[in-house]
């Protein structure tokens, strides 16, 4: 099963749902998981993919893999509200999804907004 610990323990994911800005949000997930459970972890991030995939709100999302013999994935998923993702924790489908996970498979998410630094990036913020 999947352990979630928090990115950021000063300011939970929960507590981020309150944010209202209806702005576009971005999920940023950093996994730790063995080497040996590389292939089932693959199999559960694709099946918790395909249920965000469906929920309202959704834009995209995208899982990356660290280089060499690293234990370190992270995806990010896009949304276009902070409400649009929080709601996908309603969805009655959503709380078994974290049993598909191997044992070894810890989640450390959080939300983000694009932030614009002229000439550089393009953002909301």
Request: proline share 6%; glycine share 6%.
């Amino acid at each position: 099963m999947l352990k979630h610990v928090e990115l950021d323990p000063s300011f939970s994911l929960r507590e981020q749902y309150a944010d209202t800005a209806g702005k576009t949000t971005v999920l940023l997930n950093v996994f730790d998981v063995a080497p040996e459970d590389a292939e089932a972890f693959k199999r559960a991030w694709q099946q918790d993919a395909e249920f965000f995939k469906r929920q309202p709100g959704y834009i995209s999302a995208q899982l990356h893999q660290g280089i060499g013999n690293s234990r370190m994935w992270f995806n990010y998923a896009v949304f276009e509200t902070t409400a649009a993702f929080a709601a996908t924790n309603d969805q009655p489908e959503f709380g078994p999804l974290r049993a598909v996970y191997p044992d070894s498979a810890t989640a450390h998410p959080h939300l983000f907004r694009r932030v614009v630094i002229p000439g550089i990036c393009v953002g909301e913020v």
